[in-house]
């Protein structure tokens, strides 16, 4: 019963590295979505798939890449990060439209710091 | 695009008083989904209470209920006999019918409750 799973929790990374954030949800939901949550602010809509092999931009997607090979999984990649992608990122996801109606289940966030 | 203000950065109350937040939107659909969402500090997106806008009865949840006002694109939320557990982040969010059905978020609200 684990709903959206996000790895990992936290992580600390230098200007320039990369790295790949995870997704797992076990809902079997086609829709999922990749948010940034910075202080003072909402979240904000990076990227989204509304099914495998699918991907589109959201409201701030540069600096970021997003790959969906496996309708239960959604990574979320920074190919050279820097300091302004400091935030907690959040993933969601939920059924396509026409199915039971239900609002978008979020995974507990991962805090990414750019040093 | 749509868009979500909550004009309220910090809001406080006294346990077991009834507190209100506000939260207007700016929309050309006539139809579309609004939500509350709880954020407390394990950073944990809570869904609180969520209104179809083609229902015009406002929608409850026990001691939560929401004044929804379609054509002043207005949904406030009403928080009765507040408790300390209320105390959060909340977040007022937008959500369309049609396409992708990404969620748009306000600013937040941070809730303090005094004992």
């Known amino acids: 019963n684990a709903g959206v799973t996000q790895t990992p929790k936290f992580r600390v990374l230098k200007t320039g590295q990369s790295m790949t954030l995870l997704c797992a949800q076990d809902?079997?939901?086609?829709?999922m979505y990749w948010y940034r949550q910075d202080p003072g602010m909402g979240l904000r809509l990076i990227h989204y798939?509304?099914?495998?092999?699918?991907?589109a931009k959201g409201e701030v997607p540069d600096g970021y890449n997003v790959s969906r090979l496996k309708k239960q999984n959604f990574l979320l990649g920074l190919e050279s990060a820097a300091p302004s992608q400091t935030s907690v990122y959040f993933c969601?996801?939920?059924?396509?439209?026409?199915?039971?109606?239900?609002?978008?289940?979020f995974g507990d966030g991962t805090r990414l710091s750019i040093l | 695009a749509q868009t979500v203000t909550q004009s309220q950065p910090e809001m406080s109350v006294q346990e077991a008083e009834t507190v209100t937040l506000s939260c207007t939107y700016d929309?050309?659909?006539?139809?579309?989904?609004l939500f509350w969402y709880k954020q407390p500090p394990s950073r944990q997106m809570i869904l609180v209470i969520r209104?179809?806008?083609?229902?015009?009865q406002n929608a409850t949840e026990n001691r939560f209920s929401v004044n929804f006002q379609k054509a002043a694109k207005s949904f406030s939320l009403k928080i009765s006999d507040s408790q300390l557990g209320d105390a959060a982040m909340y977040f007022c969010?937008?959500?369309?019918?049609?396409?992708?059905?990404?969620?748009?978020f306000g600013q937040g609200t941070r809730l303090t409750i005094n004992p």
């Open positions: 798939s509304v099914g495998e092999g699918t991907t």
């Open positions: 929309t050309s659909e006539s139809d579309y989904y």
């Open positions: 969010a937008y959500r369309s019918v049609q396409g992708a059905q990404k969620l748009v």
């Open positions: 969601a996801s939920r059924p396509r439209p026409g199915a039971v109606n239900q609002p978008q289940h």
């Open positions: 809902m079997n939901h086609e829709y």
């Open positions: 209104q179809e806008a083609y229902k015009q």
